[in-house]
């Protein structure tokens, strides 16, 4: 992984993982034991599915460019639509606590994507090549007046 990928990649994971304990500390204090179980599989789904999503999105990057901006739109609606699906499946479960778990699931998936606009407004990508300084300047062509 280049090093702007592993440097965007630990800029969203670190401040949802900071998140994702503030949310097992909170459930915790309001819903117990069962309330943190839930928190903490929500973070976990939550840090898993966008991970493997920009990962994926980052490799489509660098080998089919043209198709950035598409598989990213697609992207996010299938992990969105994956999210709906778990939180469905699980919303009469016993073993943990369903609500924990779906609002620690779309919290941290917020904060994921906020954190991952912000790392690539700082990234510095360079969208167009740079000159490179070896190269000659075209002669300049008409008359000098």
Not at 64 to 78: D, E, I, K, R, V
Not at 89 to 109: H, R
């Amino acid at each position: 992984m280049p090093t702007n990928d592993a440097r965007i990649l630990l800029h969203t994971a670190l401040p949802t993982a900071a998140a994702g304990v503030i949310a097992v500390a909170v459930s915790a204090g309001v819903a117990g034991g069962k309330g943190a179980l839930g928190a903490l599989v929500g973070a976990v789904v939550s840090l898993f599915f966008m991970g493997l999503g920009l990962v994926v999105l980052q490799r489509t990057a660098r080998s089919l460019p043209h198709l950035f901006q598409m598989m990213g739109l697609m992207l996010y609606t299938a992990q969105l639509l994956l999210m709906v699906i778990f939180v469905a499946l699980f919303k009469d479960t016993t073993a943990f606590n369903p609500k924990a778990f779906a609002i620690s699931l779309v919290v941290l998936t917020l904060v994921w994507i906020g954190a991952q606009a912000r790392a690539y407004m700082k990234a510095k990508i360079l969208y167009v090549e740079p000159e490179s300084s070896k190269a000659e300047k075209p002669e300049k062509t008409g008359s000098p007046t």
